[in-house]
C-alpha cells in the first residue's frame, strides 16, 4: 500500500497499489488521471482501487515454522561430480563454499564484515550459462 486517502480526481476514498508484477493493461506509475503524484513505482507497477475495494490481509509472516538445518554436512564436490560437464559452476560453487567456510572462521574469532552473497542466472535452462 502506498496512498490511501481522497485525491483531487475522486470523491471517493482511494488506495494506491504497488504491485509486485508489471500489468499489461496499465502504465500506471502513481500519478492519477489528472497528473497529480500519490506515490512513486515503476509504470505499470501501480493501480488505484476504491477503499472498498481492497481487504486488508492478516500477517502470516510468523506462521511459518522455523527450518532446522541438515544433520548432515553437504558433500558439494560429490553432489558436482555426478553432474556431466558444467566445469565453470562447479568451479564458482567451490570458490563460493571456500568463501562461505572462511567468513565463518572470521565471524568465530569476532571478525565480521563479510560480504553478502548474491547470485545471477543468466541463460535458458539446461545451458550452464549460469552465474
Do not use: W, Y
Not at 470523491?11 to 488521471?33: A, Q, T
Not at 558436482?80 to 572462521?105: H, I, N, P, W, Y
Not at 560480504?115 to 535452462?125: A, D, K, N, T, V
Amino acid at each position: 500500500v502506498m496512498f490511501i486517502g481522497i485525491p483531487s480526481f475522486s470523491s471517493k476514498e482511494v488506495v494506491g497499489l504497488r504491485l509486485d508484477e508489471k500489468r499489461s493493461k496499465s502504465d500506471c506509475d502513481g500519478k492519477g488521471p489528472n497528473n497529480e503524484r500519490l506515490f512513486r513505482c515503476p509504470a505499470g507497477f501501480g493501480i488505484f482501487l476504491e477503499s472498498d475495494e481492497v481487504q486488508l490481509l492478516e500477517d502470516t509472516s510468523d506462521s511459518f515454522p522455523a527450518v532446522n538445518a541438515p544433520a548432515t554436512r553437504l558433500d558439494l564436490t560429490a553432489a558436482m561430480s555426478k553432474l556431466v560437464g558444467l566445469t565453470s559452476v562447479k568451479d564458482r560453487l567451490a570458490k563460493v563454499q571456500q568463501l562461505v567456510e572462511v567468513q565463518k572462521k572470521r565471524e568465530a574469532i569476532g571478525v565480521f564484515g563479510g560480504r553478502p552473497l548474491h547470485f545471477s542466472f543468466r541463460g535458458g535452462r539446461g545451458t550452464g550459462m549460469s552465474f
